[in-house]
């Protein structure tokens, strides 16, 4: 949180959406394409109702396909860098998201997400 935006960025100096994500789940040992487009590609589909917490969800934000992804946080609420933001958590249904949303992708084996959160049950 608080760290600000920046095309292209993949460091704490900086983040462009995709450039988070991967920056995140490579702390977690899992690493995922460099584009948002890419990171849509790999995983296993999840339906919204049955998303959890570090599923990547997906946006069309230029009406050319996905291109904006973030991490769910629960509640129904995701992480992302936002252009105008930096780093911040949204609601997926705030005006802006809900009617750009594409999908979700779960990245995480169960046995790596066991390991890794913080509030498993």
Known sequence: ?????????????????????????????????????????????????????????????????VSHVGIYVGNGKFAHSSSSKGVTITSLNSSYFAKRYVGAKRVMSESKYKAVAVNYN
């Open 1 to 65: 949180m608080g760290v600000s935006y920046k095309m292209g960025g993949t460091t704490t100096k900086g983040f462009d959406c995709s450039g988070f994500t991967s920056y995140v789940f490579k702390k977690l040992g899992v690493t995922l394409p460099r584009v948002s487009s890419a990171q849509y590609k790999v995983g296993t589909s999840v339906s919204k109702s049955s998303l959890k917490a570090g599923d990547l969800v997906f946006f069309n934000t230029t009406g050319r396909g």
